[in-house]
């Protein structure tokens, strides 16, 4: 059940946006499994689907709790960043599937999925990221396939017009070196030329680190905010590495990992490839992951100096980035 446990977290997170909450609801399916009896698991013609089954109503459940408890959250809230979630997610058979199964834990689609409602992102993860036929999904939602399909047309529909022209993996990445150069050397002007001038900066301290209660809100005021925090975290390395499949930036203090920075890169080519958000996820709690996976997944670095400030570069993020 050892791949059962990495597809269910899969699953689970793309529908909750926590690592660490996918990981309980993943627990609690396997759980579930184990405490039924053997005659009745061999009646269970096809156990993924019934794990899968369960997982999604647990975690339905827990979205429709989750809405009130972050109602009580300090400051803005956001998905808890990963770094090597589908190395533990089986890859879909199909070409197809895998694309849709890379592109649904990126942290742009998962504040998408942040303004469905929990139906919506239920029947959307399951068809669009793992191609679950809707008659099944009809007996997690417990509603008709017919239904199931419109809440996931709904749910596409809308994350469609949330996403502007997302740009591809190495032009994303190009732009957030750009991004951590121009912060480090400390030239707004810089700065500025990569960000879109509607851009949105957001981050999430949650009531245990100092960060901005609002989202920050256009070019200049978000460059001369990271301007602000480079200026005042002169401890700080920032190491360019693979944020839920793409290139973000991690901070770290004496080692420990202090925050990561996820991003939205839009644009078609590079003459038009610019940030439109940032995202900052400096509360403790979401950064478990990136605390016990550190010895296992961090890449080899080397440093490099830009005016003063130490930036390190994973020498081999070009063949980590995935494709999505």
């Known amino acids: 059940m050892n791949n059962e446990r990495g597809r ?15 990981e309980d609801a993943a627990s609690e399916a396997l ?5 039924l009896t053997d005659v009745e698991r061999e009646a269970i013609d096809v156990p993924a689907a019934w794990l899968t089954r369960v997982v999604s109503r647990i975690c339905l459940d827990l979205l429709g709790s989750a809405r009130a408890r972050r109602e009580d959250y300090i400051g803005q809230w956001l998905p808890e960043p990963v770094r090597g979630l589908d190395s533990e997610t089986p890859a879909a058979a199909d070409p197809a599937d895998r694309v849709a199964q890379q592109e649904s834990v990126t942290l742009a689609l998962l504040v998408v999925l942040e303004s469905l409602g929990p139906a919506q992102r239920v029947a959307f993860v399951l068809h669009d990221a793992f191609a679950v036929p809707f008659d099944e999904i009809a007996t997690v939602l417990d509603r008709s396939p017919a239904a199931c399909r419109q809440l996931a047309s709904a749910a596409r529909t809308h994350v469609r017009s949330r996403r502007r022209s997302v740009a591809d993996p190495i032009e994303h990445d190009r732009v957030v070196r750009a991004f951590a150069s121009a912060s480090a050397s400390g030239d707004i002007a810089s700065l500025i030329s990569v960000l879109a001038p509607d851009v949105t900066l957001v981050s999430d301290g949650g009531g245990h680190v100092s960060a901005a209660r609002n989202a920050i809100l256009g070019s200049d005021r978000v460059a001369r905010f990271v301007r602000g925090i480079t200026a005042k975290s002169i401890d700080l390395d920032w190491s360019i590495e693979p944020v839920n499949g793409l290139s973000g930036i991690v901070m770290r203090r004496d080692g420990a990992v202090f925050g990561v920075i996820g991003f939205d890169v839009i644009g ?8 439109a958000s940032v995202w900052i996820v400096l509360n403790p709690d979401k950064l478990r992951h990136w605390v016990a996976t550190h010895d296992r997944h961090s890449p080899r670095l080397r440093r490099q100096r830009v005016e003063g400030r130490a930036v390190r570069s994973a020498s081999s993020l070009e063949n980590q980035v995935e494709t999505r």
């Open 8 to 22: 269910l977290i899969g699953i689970a997170y793309r529908m909750l946006g926590s690592y660490s909450d996918a």
């Open 268 to 275: 078609f080519d590079t003459a038009d490839c610019m940030v």
């Open 31 to 35: 759980v579930r499994w184990y405490r």
